[in-house]
């Protein structure tokens, strides 16, 4: 089946700090990739999505491409701010309208 | 995008009371929307897939009778806790897929609610 694997938290880092955290999944075909953001007491919202293979999901500074070769979707930021300080879920589609997989969350905490 | 709301935001009740929480699609309609439970490890568990006009789809380990889902219209679902008990205390997310989003299945969130059984 559908599995999302992604770093374990939590993960602290400094103000303009870089950002990386490792998404890597398993599935059949070609699932749509996406990673959710939630900030603390409220539900997940889309950061960024990607579709297919080599496509480069961006939003807010926050960037994942969709590496098929090595079935991943890392997400990076250059320089990551307090306000980035929330919870980060890796997760997958496998086709339409299939419940979706998600990684098990990687708290990130930013520090002045 | 496509908009999901939950109400209630917070909920605090007694021991052996039932609870429910509605899940409501505004802007678009949703013949399928997700129930999901959140630990206070974060981890999201998939609770049941709730289907307008039929029964929902439990998961594995979650107990229909306790948690009752009932999805009577394209824009709403309701999760109802049966006889609750402190250990069904946490934060529960409902779900949908928006039909224009449906390729990609991208999935729109609720604000989520906050059960807290005393």
């Known amino acids: 089946g559908d599995s999302v694997t992604q770093m374990e938290g939590p993960v602290t880092l400094s103000e303009e700090a870089f950002l990386t955290i490792n998404c890597t999944y398993t599935?059949?075909?070609?699932?749509?990739l996406f990673w959710y953001v939630q900030y603390p007491g409220e539900g997940l919202q889309l950061l960024l999505k990607?579709?297919?293979?080599?496509d480069k999901g961006s939003n807010k500074g926050f960037e994942a491409t969709y590496r098929k070769e090595t079935t991943s979707f890392h997400l990076e930021k250059g320089s990551v701010q307090v306000s980035d300080s929330a919870v980060y879920f890796c997760?997958?589609?496998?086709?339409?309208?299939?419940?979706?997989?998600f990684g098990t969350g990687t708290k990130l905490q930013v520090i002045p | 995008g496509a908009v999901v709301s939950q109400h209630p935001s917070w909920v605090i009740c007694k021991s052996g009371t039932s609870v429910k929480i509605e899940c409501r699609s505004l802007?678009?309609?949703?013949?399928?929307m997700f129930w999901y439970r959140q630990f206070p490890k974060q981890s999201l568990m998939l609770m049941a897939t709730?289907?307008?006009?039929?029964?929902?789809?439990?998961e594995q380990g979650v107990e229909k009778d306790k948690f009752l889902i009932n999805h009577a219209s394209l824009t709403l679902s309701t999760l109802t806790v049966t006889s609750a008990h402190p250990e069904d205390s946490s934060f529960y997310i409902c779900?949908?897929?928006?039909?224009?989003?449906?390729?990609?299945?991208?999935?729109?969130f609720g604000e989520g609610s906050r059960l807290t059984v005393l």
């Open positions: 709730s289907n307008e006009g039929s029964k929902a789809t439990y």
């Open positions: 779900s949908a897929q928006s039909p224009g989003q449906g390729a990609s299945g991208e999935l729109f």
């Open positions: 802007d678009f309609q949703a013949t399928t």
């Open positions: 997760a997958l589609n496998s086709g339409g309208y299939q419940k979706v997989t």
């Open positions: 990607a579709t297919k293979a080599d």
């Open positions: 599935a059949t075909g070609y699932p749509s």
